[in-house]
């Protein structure tokens, strides 16, 4: 790596994230069914129908991998709480559940590690997705009872609290581009849920904050865009994508608004009255979760719907999802969201990783271009912080190679490869590097 520790602020925190249906295996301890679930089961909706039904088996292995984020000297772990697992039908309370993450956000603390908790990380339980989803506004109201009935288990224990993790792939990429559950393209549909998971947010802040919960925020994902050549097509594209992918929630939480050139798609198709949740929606919170992952380059297309656009990634260097590797786009929007958003608001990166065919050889896993890939990552984060974004902390995605979604187990982002048929943990070499770099 290409920096160390001293390199960063004092008290900046180094950690990993997962989320709840990507690891724990939602088969166990009375989680109940969600609309990934069913999802998987459709026809080429998944790779090889996988789900997360055993995915890493966290929830009986997370000693070993707490054990393995303490062991690289991390000094937090970002991790979800599933609604599903603690309410199966997303109102009825699971005590075996609770019990769970009770001793989950003990064991990381005995292990010296700050709890970061994301509320909801995308398994809506079955009998919400049944009424309807995110496109119902019930389910931003049922999103509040959850808040309160994890808070109070666990809240004494967490030191910071996310609502929702990238809103953008709940209702966009879920409902206009159907490739996540529930698979819809249709813009009504992703109308309403563009606006319910935004209140969503805002009524599970109103929740914490009844509580006197402090650290409270939203993780939001981001992709740096840019025209894909010279044309007024092209720049009129980016405009647009940057309105519906970078500005929509971001304006939302901070300023109260929805950016007009996504509303142009979207005004006539929104539930009626949402402009007064708009209040509810940009209550004060105190921390930004920024997601980056790569750029996309994207120009018009004239005979698609709206918003008649078309992208591909960038000219650089790919990672095994096709992402470019693009490290000063992380710059660029964490700069971007200090000047233009949150001014001196804490900024976490709270993912941030690469998949690569990762396999193990003589018991180990090399892995050049993703210590390569965090190096550059985290260089990238250290120059935004000379350019003013108050940034905390920096979270790898992910500690383990784990469930992606719509790819199954093919894609690998973890810095732990994980045998699915065995479910050893190996630690890669890019691993041991991020633990050299930010030993004490
Ligand atoms: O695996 C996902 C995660 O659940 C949300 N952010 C992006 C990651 C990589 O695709």
Known sequence: MKFTRADFPDGFLFGAATAAYQIEGHSFGGAGPTHWDTFAKGPGNVVRAEDGAIACDHYHRYGEDLDLLRDAGMDAYRFSTSWARVMPDGRTVNPAGLDFYDR??????????????TLYHWELPSALADKGGWMNRDTAEYFGDFTDVITDRIGDRVTSIATINEPWCVAYLSHFLGHHAPGLRDIRAAARAMHHITLAHGIGLSRLRAKGMENCGIVLNFA?????????????????????????FIEAITKGTYPAEALEGFGPHMPAGWQDDMALISQPMDFLGVNYYTRE???????????????????????QMGWEIYPDGLREVLVRMARDYVGDLPIYVTENGMAWDDTVENGAVYDPVRTAFVSDHFMAAKQAIAEGANVQGFFYWSLLDNYEWAFGYEKRFGMVHVDFDTLKRTPKASYHALKSAISR
């Open 104 to 117: 989950l956000v003990d064991a990381m603390l005995e292990r010296g590690l700050k709890p970061f908790q």
């Open 224 to 248: 740096h865009t840019e025209p894909a050549d010279d044309s007024a097509g092209a720049a009129r594209a980016a405009t647009r994508q940057d309105a519906i992918n970078n500005r929509w």
């Open 297 to 319: 380059m994207v120009t018009t297309d004239q005979g698609a719907p709206w918003p008649q656009i078309t992208g591909s990634a960038g000219p650089g260097d790919k990672t």
